[in-house]
């Protein structure tokens, strides 16, 4: 299913047809939120209402016991919901994120790869729970929780 209508699918769809094309893509989103920027993700998989986004294991994302920290992973998750919100959300709608709840279930000692998947009739006024889920190379769950979303109708101009 192919949401080109979404300046966001749209810019996705064409850029990754590139060499590259999606490390240039993960590279347009962190300059546009430069936080992200400080795990150096690269999105994997983009459709509406999921996103992948991988975290390569290496020292700047380390703990002291040189596995993947946690804030990173939730750096990682929370990039992963931003960008399946932003390419799935219908265009009456704006959201902004209310809270996150996550467990820890296991170490994170391989690269990580963070995934937020959400239902199309979940896009409704109110509070919106995004599950979101980080998985090492063997297929764990070191993550496992969901983030809270703020949904709203956007302002009439």
């Not at 893509?25 to 795990?39: E, N």
């Not at 999105?43 to 700047?60: F, G, Q």
């Not at 209310?98 to 994170?108: E, H, I, N, R, V």
């Not at 764990?140 to 109708?153: P, Q």
């Amino acid at each position: 299913m192919r949401n080109s209508s979404n300046k966001l699918m749209s810019i996705y769809n064409k850029v990754t047809k590139l060499p590259f094309g999606n490390k240039i893509f993960s590279l347009i989103i962190s300059f546009k939120a430069p936080f992200f920027g400080t795990i150096s993700p690269k999105i994997t998989k983009l459709k509406p209402h999921y996103c992948e986004c991988l975290i390569k294991k290496k020292r700047a994302v380390h703990n002291h016991i040189k596995t993947v920290h946690v804030i990173a992973i939730c750096n990682g998750l929370e990039m992963a919901m931003g960008v399946m919100a932003e390419a799935s959300i219908p265009k009456h709608l704006r959201w902004i994120p209310k809270g996150m709840t996550l467990d820890y279930t296991a170490k994170a000692g391989t690269d990580i790869m963070c995934i937020a998947e959400v239902k199309p009739e979940q896009w409704q006024v109110g509070d919106m729970f995004v599950p979101v889920t980080a998985y090492d190379t063997s297929g764990t769950i070191v993550v496992k929780g969901e983030i809270k979303l703020w949904i709203s109708e956007k302002v009439k101009k």
